[in-house]
């Protein structure tokens, strides 16, 4: 997940920054989450081991669970949320500050993990959390540039809306994770059944943010091979974020997201000529430690544990 997301991270950037006919990012997700609906069907496919079990398997679980997929439509709405709310902040913030307040993203993840799974983490763990999240920031440091162009801006409408993000951001993931483990439901089911209501959700998306645009140009206007190889790497990372989620947990993937910003940021020093600084090469060293602090003590999180005896004012406390 980690070299696909580095991967993915450079070869946006290139498509974004290379080609002159730019092409519209929202049909991009869309066409990502087309192609995840139709690896999932595949694998599921192939995990019942005929054509007849697939159709039984779709039908039961799909087709004739409306529950089970409201159920998943929760994290699609969620992330629409989040993506809206992040927009609003970014309009309202210095990036610099924005850069800062959205890696509470993290942590927020972790105590999202506490409360719904009833997990426990180490002081130390508690401490990697934490660790990461200033190395992120540190990462992704730029320094606030003095700019002619003079926005108004809404600082306390700009905080709110970077807190209503973290919150979803991490509300949805420990969601998904908890959906995912709290039933013996093939994985890739449970990915099916959210891949269709994220296919309505981006479409909804293509429509308000470039309908008129789409229309006049064409939804595969400025499409090239590089643009569809990205679009493949999307697709294949958000299917290893769904087993990382699975087989490890959000924190986890929030690790690994990470290190990808690490690797990806010292491949565009190669590719594209960036120039490291102090800032980087601490952050990048922050993240290293954190990850393997996080990673010493040994955790079944593969399912949700039984409930603990605390209640979740006692385990907010201990937080």
Same mark, same amino acid.
Request: aromatic share 12%; with cysteine.
């Given at each position: 997940?980690?070299?696909?997301?580095?991967?993915?991270?450079?070869?946006?950037?290139?498509?974004?920054?290379?080609?002159?006919?730019?092409?519209?990012?929202?049909?991009?997700?869309?066409?990502?989450?087309?192609?995840?609906?139709?690896?999932?069907?595949?694998?599921?496919?192939?995990?019942?081991?005929?054509?007849?079990?697939?159709?039984?398997?779709?039908?039961?679980?799909?087709?004739?669970?409306?529950?089970?997929?409201?159920?998943?439509?929760?994290?699609?709405?969620?992330?629409?949320?989040?993506?809206?709310?992040?927009?609003?902040?970014?309009?309202?913030?210095?990036?610099?500050?924005?850069?800062?307040?959205?890696?509470?993203?993290?942590?927020?993840?972790?105590?999202?993990?506490?409360?719904?799974?009833?997990?426990?983490?180490?002081?130390?763990?508690?401490?990697?959390?934490?660790?990461?999240?200033?190395?992120?920031?540190?990462?992704?440091?730029?320094?606030?540039?003095?700019?002619? !162009?003079?926005?108004?801006? &809404?600082?306390?409408? +700009? @905080?709110? =809306?970077? /807190?209503?993000? $973290? #919150?979803?951001?991490?509300?949805?993931?420990?969601?998904?994770?908890?959906?995912?483990?709290?039933?013996?439901?093939?994985?890739?089911?449970?990915?099916?059944?959210?891949?269709?209501?994220?296919?309505?959700?981006?479409?909804?998306?293509?429509?308000?943010?470039?309908?008129?645009?789409?229309?006049?140009?064409?939804?595969?206007?400025?499409?090239?091979?590089?643009?569809?190889?990205?679009?493949?790497?999307?697709?294949?990372?958000?299917?290893?974020?769904?087993?990382? !989620?699975?087989?490890?947990? &959000?924190?986890?993937? +929030? @690790?690994? =997201?990470? /290190?990808?910003? $690490? #690797?990806?940021?010292?491949?565009?020093?190669?590719?594209?000529?960036?120039?490291?600084?102090?800032?980087?090469?601490?952050?990048?060293?922050?993240?290293?430690?954190?990850?393997?602090?996080?990673?010493?003590?040994?955790?079944?999180?593969?399912?949700?544990?039984?409930?603990?005896?605390?209640?979740?004012?006692?385990?907010?406390?201990?937080?």
């Amino acid at each position: 997940m980690t070299l696909v997301a580095a991967t993915y991270t450079v070869a946006l950037r290139y498509t974004r920054t290379v080609q002159t006919e730019l092409y519209f990012s929202t049909t991009a997700v869309c066409i990502t989450e087309v192609i995840k609906l139709f690896f999932s069907v595949g694998i599921l496919a192939k995990e019942s081991g005929s054509l007849a079990r697939l159709v039984t398997s779709l039908k039961e679980n799909v087709f004739g669970s409306p529950k089970e997929l409201l159920k998943l439509s929760v994290p699609s709405l969620v992330y629409a949320l989040q993506n809206n709310m992040a927009f609003v902040a970014l309009s309202n913030l210095d990036a610099a500050v924005y850069q800062v307040t959205y890696q509470l993203k993290i942590p927020c993840t972790a105590l999202c993990t506490v409360l719904m799974l009833k997990r426990t983490l180490s002081k130390l763990q508690w401490f990697s959390v934490f660790m990461l999240c200033g190395g992120v920031t540190l990462v992704q440091w730029e320094p606030a540039q003095a700019t002619k !162009v003079q926005v108004e801006q &809404n600082p306390w409408l +700009g @905080f709110g =809306a970077i /807190a209503v993000a $973290v #919150l979803c951001s991490g509300f949805a993931g420990v969601y998904f994770e908890k959906v995912l483990k709290s039933s013996d439901t093939s994985l890739w089911v449970r990915n099916i059944q959210m891949y269709l209501s994220g296919i309505a959700v981006t479409l909804f998306g293509v429509y308000v943010s470039d309908g008129a645009q789409v229309l006049e140009k064409g939804f595969f206007y400025g499409y090239t091979h590089y643009v569809w190889f990205v679009i493949f790497l999307a697709s294949v990372g958000g299917l290893y974020t769904s087993i990382v !989620v699975k087989y490890t947990d &959000n924190i986890m993937k +929030g @690790f690994s =997201a990470a /290190a990808a910003i $690490v #690797l990806s940021t010292v491949a565009s020093v190669i590719l594209f000529g960036l120039q490291l600084t102090t800032t980087f090469s601490v952050g990048a060293f922050l993240v290293c430690i954190s990850i393997y602090f996080y990673g010493l003590p040994r955790q079944d999180t593969t399912k949700i544990q039984p409930a603990e005896t605390k209640s979740s004012k006692e385990r907010l406390d201990t937080v």
